[in-house]
């Protein structure tokens, strides 16, 4: 029912776009760029990306730049109707997690040794084509390099750039493309304005002079790296968004709503307490219902789909004066509960669902074998009354800063929900929660744990990092960054029909996917992952071969967090990957329990994932693993042992994790 309801909106959403388009502006030709666009890159406006020629000067920041994108630069949907960029220009720089996009015409990776997915350590070589320079430290950074697979027109095919573990937040980088090839093995020349700015002085007054003083700094960076000239076809300059830009709005929403509340409980209202007998549900004995009361933070009482964040004279979020949000919940208490008080804990739902998923076969059967009571919100923002919003956002961008922005203040209801469940005078203290004695059925003395799947994963490191009651979470088939997962995914298929009547050219369509990352990161794991383990403990959960969440963004995850891997992870030769897992910090089972975060791969059997930016669709892929681990027994009892006592078990002997297909 929930996929033809889908369909339906999204039907609705191509359609706004195609009435939208016949009276509205010609929107900017692809390969057209004007004023504002950096002059190195003629191809298409705001190439090469990140760029701090997109930035600014400003000593307010703490990164001493701010992000000054001009309405003309921003790539216009087929509507034609201008990008306001205010919630762009926000930012002090670019996204921790951001792909890195250049046009090369021509070029052939294989044929120029760019270093692949399957290679990682490659981009480390002294001579590989691609340097990616951190200049703060001096460091050569990881990444991996592919060219569009999705692209149509092979003159407009994107170089795309994927940090292997994120960029520093705060920190500055230079970029070198060198020795570049095409399919016949020649020399790719670089474009005449690059040649011009990377040459000798250029005389004062020359159009391109204030490039060439830009973009100095950064080559002399490159330079000392050991990037000489020769062979070089394009080099710039980006600069990263300091924690302060990425965690600012939702930290300053967090700390004035808990300011507020003081000591106290989060009001709340029970509105419903169901009892089963065993015959009805052998694993859960009640389901209470109920909504908690939050303040309000967006710019329409109630915050319904489309707000945004309100905000007082300086730009920072405020609360809307008398707006309180009513958050809904479900609780599901296991029939152990009425024999040994049960765990406390939130679920957090998958990819534009709801709460009921509380309800779930897997988070029943987790409630019932290790004594935990769930208790879930919905991700507004994020959640299945946004996906009109959501899918009109790819049809005009305007739209899109309410995803996240809603979605900051659906992690306060979260994190409010969290309170109420373990404040000594909040839900426990409700008759829905105590038996016919009055006794307590949530022992709330050792805290509350956390555990998400797929979209509950990709959130749920926000709300840990956010959370000042949460310290342990379980991130179930999780990744980060929407901006690298949306090509890898097979559930973006529907909306792709949306982006690519609104954006039909490919290589702009990359574009404006790093473009929505950089609000997005406000409202997901990818701009919290820095400090997300600083004073919380993580344990991933992948599935190898997943179709819905890329395993190269969960690797991605564990390198940025510091999650360690259980080894052995696969069988030997199952990975086409010339060193698998690069990058990640081996956990043998020899050194299990463990007490800090980690990763376990759990293998279905299914086939190797892509190692394009595709989705593993189509037959040849075998049986989507997403759903496997939460179904597994053994992955329930790592789980539960992480979220009761911090230890990272082993629960699979001497071999690799495996998890049984489910239907």
């Not at 002059?39 to 307010?60: H, K």
């Not at 590989?128 to 569009?148: I, N, S």
Request: proline share 10%; glycine share 12%.
């Amino acid at each position: 029912m929930r996929h033809l309801l889908l369909r339906g909106l999204l039907a609705v959403a191509l359609g706004a776009s195609a009435l939208l388009a016949p009276d509205a502006p010609a929107a900017r030709a692809a390969g057209e760029s004007g004023p504002g666009c950096d002059p190195l890159a003629p191809a298409e406006c705001l190439l090469p990306f990140p760029n701090d020629w997109y930035t600014r000067p400003d000593p307010a920041t703490d990164t001493g730049r701010r992000v000054s994108f001009g309405t003309a630069a921003l790539p216009p949907p087929a509507s034609g109707r201008p990008i306001d960029p205010t919630a762009w220009n926000r930012s002090d720089g670019f996204s921790p997690g951001s792909t890195l996009i250049a046009h090369v015409p021509g070029l052939d990776p294989a044929a120029t040794g760019t270093a692949p997915l399957t290679d990682i350590g490659r981009s480390l070589a002294p001579d590989a084509p691609v340097v990616l320079l951190d200049t703060t430290t001096g460091e050569r950074w990881p990444y991996w390099a592919e060219a569009d697979a999705n692209a149509t027109d092979p003159a407009r095919r994107a170089l795309l750039i994927h940090p292997a573990r994120n960029l520093g937040e705060g920190h500055h980088y230079a970029v070198a493309l060198r020795n570049l090839k095409d399919g016949g093995g020649r020399a790719i020349p670089a474009a005449a304005p690059f040649t011009a700015v990377a040459g000798k002085p250029l005389p004062a007054g020359h159009p391109l002079r204030a490039r060439q003083d830009r973009l100095r700094p950064a080559l002399k960076a490159l330079r000392r790296a050991g990037v000489r000239g020769e062979g070089l076809f394009l080099a710039w300059d980006f600069t990263v968004s300091s924690a302060r830009s990425l965690s600012g709005d939702l930290f300053a929403v967090r700390d004035d709503a808990f300011r507020r509340l003081g000591g106290r409980s989060p009001a709340f209202t029970v509105t419903g307490v169901t009892d089963f007998t065993a015959g009805q549900d052998a694993r859960i004995a009640r389901e209470v219902t109920g909504r908690i009361e939050v303040p309000g933070y967006l710019d329409e009482p109630g915050g319904p789909p489309g707000s945004v964040l309100h905000r007082g004279p300086d730009g920072l979020p405020r609360r809307l004066p008398g707006s309180t949000r009513a958050a809904e919940f479900r609780c599901e208490i296991p029939r152990s509960a009425f024999r040994t008080p049960a765990h406390p804990a939130l679920y957090g739902h998958g990819l534009l669902g709801r709460r009921s998923e509380v309800g779930a076969g897997n988070v029943k059967a987790m409630a019932a074998e290790h004594g935990f009571a769930f208790c879930a919100t919905d991700w507004i923002g994020m959640a299945e009354e946004d996906i009109p919003v959501v899918a009109g956002a790819l049809a005009d961008p305007n739209l899109f800063p309410a995803v996240p922005e809603r979605t900051e203040q659906g992690l306060l209801n979260a994190l409010f929900l969290a309170r109420a469940l373990i404040h000594p005078a909040g839900l426990t203290a409700d008759p829905a929660f105590r038996d016919g004695n009055g006794r307590p059925l949530v022992d709330i003395r050792h805290g509350i744990g956390y555990d998400g799947n797929s979209q509950g994963g990709i959130l749920g490191g926000a709300l840990l990092a956010a959370s000042p009651d949460i310290r342990r979470g379980v991130l179930g088939v999780t990744g980060m960054n929407y901006g690298l997962l949306l090509d890898r995914s097979v559930d973006f298929a529907p909306f792709q029909q949306v982006l690519d009547a609104s954006y039909p050219d490919k290589l702009r369509q990359q574009i404006v996917l790093q473009l929505f990352q950089m609000v997005w990161d406000r409202g997901e794991t990818n701009g919290y992952a820095a400090h997300l383990t600083d004073r919380h403990q993580v344990l991933m959960h992948i599935a190898y071969g997943d179709h819905q969440v890329a395993n190269a963004a969960a690797e991605v995850e564990a390198r940025t967090i510091g999650a360690r891997l259980i080894t052995p992870a696969l069988t030997p030769g199952r990975s086409p990957d010339t060193v698998p897992y690069w990058g990640i910090r081996p956990l043998g089972r020899d050194q299990l329990p463990y007490r800090g975060s980690a990763m376990t791969v759990w293998d279905s059997g299914t086939p190797s994932p892509p190692v394009t930016n595709t989705p593993p669709a189509g037959p040849q892929y075998g049986h989507d693993p997403h759903s496997d681990p939460r179904n597994s027994s053994a992955a329930r009892q790592q789980k539960a042992t992480f979220l009761t006592t911090g230890r990272v078990i082993n629960v699979c002997g001497t071999a690799p994790c495996t998890a049984a297909p489910t239907s």
